[in-house]
C-alpha cells in the first residue's frame, strides 16, 4: 500500500521540451535519486521509466503522458513527463491540463527550438508557474551561457539563473549554487552526490556577475525585498525563496537551472526547488468549474465536492483498461461511485492507484490534487470530467489540437472490416487527436493525425492492441466541380410502356455564381403554367442530385444558379418523378455547354522553420505549386504563409522534417477551391474514368 499525501506535500510537475532534449532522462534521475526506481534507465536501450509501451521502445522516443512518482523532502513530486515531437501535442496539453507547474528542460547544445516556444506558450496560457532545466552541460558544444541568452531573448526576459556550471562538456565537474554561495563538485557515479566547497578563483568574477542578476531579479518582485536589498541588508534565505515562489506564481520570474540527467549532475538542486518553489495544489488557488450553467469556484481540499478529469486511457494485455487522473477537488475513496458528466452515467472506483510510470500502488484514498489510475471503468475516457455522484460539476476541458495530417486505409485481410471500425473507434478513445471515419464522397477510410509520425504510431498500436492490420493510400483529393460561362436548354423525359406513361419537360438556364454567392440558387421564372407549380420543385431537386454527381470527373458542382424558365406537361403522364428526371437529364447536357472546370481544395499553409532552412523550404514549396503569402522574422526562425493545393501536401510533414533536419513544423488551415491547371485536371478526369471502369467491371 502506498504512503499518503495530503494536498500540501504533493507537487504535480510537468517535464516539457522539444524532442530530445533529456526529458525523461532527467525525470529518470529524479526518480533513481529519490529512490523510486534502484537503476538508471535509458532511452537508447528501450529501459528508460517512462517510455514502457512497445511503440515507445521501437521508436526511442516518448509518444504518451506518463507519470512517474518520486517522493523527496516529505513531498510526493508526481512527474508528468511529457512528449517532445509536437505529432503528439495532444498528449502534451493534456498533461499541462493537470499540472500546477512546468519544467522546461532544455538542451544546452541545441538551445531554444521550435518545440520548446510551443511548450512555453501552452504552459503560460494555462497560468503554470515555469522552471528550467539546461540540459546536457556534459555533451560537446555545450553553452550553458548561449543557451540562457537564447532562452531570454526568446522565451522571457524575466529568466534568472540559480545555477552555474563549473566547465562544460568533458570538463563539466559542478555547479556553483548562486543561493549558498558554494560549489558543488560532483562525484563519481549517477547519483548526482557532491561535495561543498568554495568558488573557484577563476569563476569569482563571474559567479559574482550571475548572483546580482539573481538577487536584483528577485528582489524587484518584492517591495520589502527590494528595500532591504538597497539598504545593503544580507537577504534571508527563506524570504528570498518566498518572493521567488510568489513571482513565479505571477509569471514574473522563472528560474533557470542546469546540470545534466544522464549522470545526476545537478539533479538534486532541482529536485530541492521543486519541493520549495513549486506551489502544492492548495496553493494553486481555488478551482473554476461549471454546475448546471453556472460557474463555481471550489477549493482545492478534501472538504469540497469531489471533481476530476481523466487525462489518459489506454488498454494493455492482462490488465484491461487503465484509466489516469487527476482528482482536483474533494477526496476520493476506493469504493466510492462517482458521475462522469461528460457521459451521463456513474462509475464505481474499486481499486484506485497511485501511478509510477508502468507500476502502480494501490492506496485507500487519494486526496485533494493528487493523480490516480483505476482499472476497467465502463464507460470513462480521456478528456471526462467526473464528480461526486449527484452533482453535475464539469472541469475545463483537455485542450486537444484539430487532427489536420491525413491517410487512407483498408484493412489488409478480407473480413477484418468490422474488426477496424471498432478498433478505430479504441485507439481514438486513448487518443483523441486520432480520429477515422468513412468518407461516403471519397469512398475511403480516412484517419486524420497530427503528423504521420502520429498517424503510423496509431496503426501500429491499432495492430498491436487489437489485431488489425491495415495497408495505407494516399486520400483522394474532395475535387469540385463548376460552371465557367451561361449556357441553356431542354430535358425532356418521355417514356411509354403500355399504362401511364411518364412525362417531364424543362427549360433551364445555368450561370455561374458570383464569388460570395451561394454554392447552388435555385429561380423559377416559369409564367402561364407552362409547368404547374407543384412540378417545379422536382425539377430543382433533379438538378442538385445530377450536379452532385459531376459532369467531368464525378465531383459535385458548385457556384451556380439554375433559371428554369419554360416547359411543357401532360395532364396525365406528368408527375413529380417525371419532372426530377427532366431536370436531370437537363443539368447534364448544360453544364457540357457551360465550360465545366475542376476545382481543387487550397490550404493555408504556415511553416516556421531555422533561417538556415528558408532556402529549401520556399523551394519546395515552389514545387508544390505554393504561392506565398508573405514571411516574418523572429530572431533565429523564419515564419512563411503560403496557400498550397491540397494534393501537393501528401507526406508533407515529413518532407519538411527532412528538409530542416527535424526542427521545422507547419500548421494548415483551408481557405477555399481554386481552378485546376489544365494538365492537372487531365489526370484528375482519366484517374476517375478509370477508377469507375474498374468498379464496372
Known amino acids: 500500500m502506498a504512503t499518503e499525501y495530503g494536498t500540501s506535500d504533493i507537487r504535480n510537475v510537468a517535464l516539457l521540451g522539444h524532442g530530445g532534449c533529456g526529458k525523461t532522462t532527467l525525470t529518470d534521475a529524479i526518480c533513481y535519486i529519490a529512490g523510486s526506481t534502484n537503476r538508471r534507465g535509458s532511452i537508447e536501450n528501450g529501459t528508460a521509466h517512462t517510455d514502457f509501451t512497445e511503440e515507445e521502445t521501437s521508436h526511442g522516443i516518448s509518444i504518451n503522458v ?72 556534459d555533451r560537446d558544444n555545450a553553452s550553458f551561457e548561449r543557451a540562457f541568452n537564447e532562452i531570454k531573448s526568446t522565451l522571457s526576459a524575466e529568466v534568472v539563473p540559480v545555477e552555474v556550471p563549473i566547465g562544460a562538456g568533458s570538463s563539466f565537474r559542478g555547479i556553483v549554487n548562486l ?116 460557474p463555481v469556484e471550489l477549493a482545492a481540499d478534501d472538504g469540497a465536492p469531489m471533481t476530476a478529469i481523466v487525462f489518459k486511457t489506454t488498454r494493455e494485455p492482462r490488465v484491461g483498461e487503465l484509466t489516469y487522473f487527476r482528482v482536483f477537488t474533494g477526496c476520493l475513496t476506493g469504493g466510492d461511485t462517482v458521475a462522469n458528466v461528460t457521459r451521463g452515467g456513474s462509475e464505481r472506483f474499486s481499486h484506485i492507484s497511485s501511478p509510477d510510470a508502468d507500476d502502480r500502488q494501490e492506496v485507500d484514498r487519494l486526496h485533494a490534487g493528487d493523480i490516480g489510475v483505476v482499472t476497467k471503468l465502463k464507460d470513462t475516457h480521456t478528456g471526462d470530467c467526473l464528480c461526486t455522484a449527484g452533482r453535475a460539476i464539469r472541469l475545463e476541458r483537455i485542450n486537444f489540437p484539430s487532427p489536420d495530417i491525413a491517410i487512407a486505409l483498408h484493412v489488409a485481410s478480407r473480413g477484418d472490416e468490422d474488426k ?26 480516412i484517419a486524420r493525425g497530427l503528423g504521420e509520425l502520429h498517424l503510423n504510431v496509431s496503426l501500429e498500436r491499432l495492430e498491436r492492441k487489437y489485431g488489425v492490420k491495415v495497408e495505407t493510400e494516399r486520400p483522394r483529393i474532395p475535387y469540385r466541380e463548376t460552371i465557367t460561362r451561361p449556357a441553356d436548354g431542354q430535358g425532356k423525359y418521355k ?41 417545379v420543385p422536382a425539377v430543382s431537386k433533379g438538378i442538385q442530385e445530377a450536379a452532385s454527381r459531376g459532369v467531368l470527373a464525378g ?67 515552389s514545387q508544390r505549386r505554393g504561392r506565398v503569402l508573405g514571411m516574418d522574422a523572429d530572431g533565429h526562425w523564419q515564419e512563411v504563409k503560403a496557400q498550397v493545393p491540397l494534393a501537393e501536401l501528401y507526406k508533407y510533414s515529413t518532407s519538411l522534417r527532412s ?21 492537372i485536371t487531365q489526370k484528375v478526369v482519366a484517374d476517375a474514368q478509370a477508377r469507375k471502369a474498374e468498379g464496372a467491371r
Not at 507519470?67 to 499541462?96: C, H, S
Not at 483551408?670 to 485546376?676: I, L, M, S
Open 66 to 137: 506518463a507519470v512517474a512518482r518520486a517522493e523527496w523532502m516529505g513531498t510526493k513530486l508526481n512527474l508528468i513527463d511529457t512528449p517532445g515531437y509536437l505529432d503528439f501535442f495532444g498528449e502534451v496539453q493534456a498533461g499541462i491540463r493537470v499540472a500546477d507547474g512546468a519544467l522546461v528542460v532544455i538542451s544546452a547544445t541545441d538551445g531554444v527550438e521550435v518545440g520548446t516556444e510551443r511548450v512555453w506558450k501552452a504552459a503560460g496560457e494555462r497560468g503554470l508557474p515555469r522552471m528550467v532545466f539546461v540540459s546536457m552541460i
Open 179 to 294: 543561493f549558498s554561495n558554494k560549489a558543488h563538485i560532483y562525484k563519481p557515479g549517477q547519483g548526482g552526490d557532491y561535495d561543498e566547497a568554495e568558488i573557484p578563483e577563476e569563476m569569482l568574477d563571474t559567479v559574482e556577475r550571475w548572483r546580482e542578476q539573481l538577487i536584483e531579479t528577485i528582489a524587484a518582485t518584492d517591495d520589502e525585498l527590494l528595500e532591504a536589498y538597497l539598504e545593503g541588508e544580507q537577504l534571508d534565505r527563506i524570504r528570498v525563496l518566498e518572493a521567488m515562489s510568489a513571482a513565479m506564481m505571477r509569471g514574473e520570474l522563472h528560474p533557470v537551472f542546469c546540470g545534466s540527467g544522464e549522470s545526476g549532475r545537478g539533479v538534486r538542486a532541482v529536485m530541492n526547488k521543486l519541493v520549495e518553489l513549486m506551489p502544492s495544489p492548495a496553493a494553486s488557488g481555488p478551482v473554476v468549474a461549471d454546475e448546471n450553467g453556472e
Open 420 to 445: 477496424l471500425g471498432n478498433g478505430l473507434s479504441r485507439v481514438h478513445e486513448e487518443d483523441p487527436t486520432f480520429i477515422a471515419a468513412y468518407d461516403a464522397e471519397l469512398q475511403q477510410t
Open 495 to 535: 417514356k411509354q410502356s403500355g399504362g401511364r406513361g411518364q412525362f417531364g419537360d424543362c427549360w433551364i438556364r445555368l450561370k455561374p455564381q458570383r464569388n460570395g454567392d451561394s454554392d447552388y440558387e435555385f429561380i423559377n421564372s416559369i409564367v402561364g403554367g407552362s409547368i404547374p407549380g407543384k412540378y
Open 555 to 621: 465531383y459535385p458542382v458548385v457556384g451556380f444558379s439554375a433559371e428554369c424558365y419554360d416547359g411543357s406537361y401532360h395532364s396525365v403522364d406528368s408527375s413529380e418523378q417525371a419532372f426530377k428526371v427532366a431536370g436531370s437529364m437537363a443539368f447534364q447536357k448544360v453544364a457540357k455547354l457551360a465550360n465545366p472546370v475542376l476545382l481543387e481544395p487550397i490550404v493555408t499553409v504556415s511553416v516556421r522553420t531555422p533561417e538556415e532552412y528558408m532556402g529549401e523550404v520556399m523551394a519546395d514549396l
Open 659 to 679: 528538409l530542416t533536419h527535424g526542427k521545422g513544423v507547419h500548421t494548415r488551415e483551408f481557405a477555399g477551391y481554386e481552378q485546376v491547371p489544365a494538365d
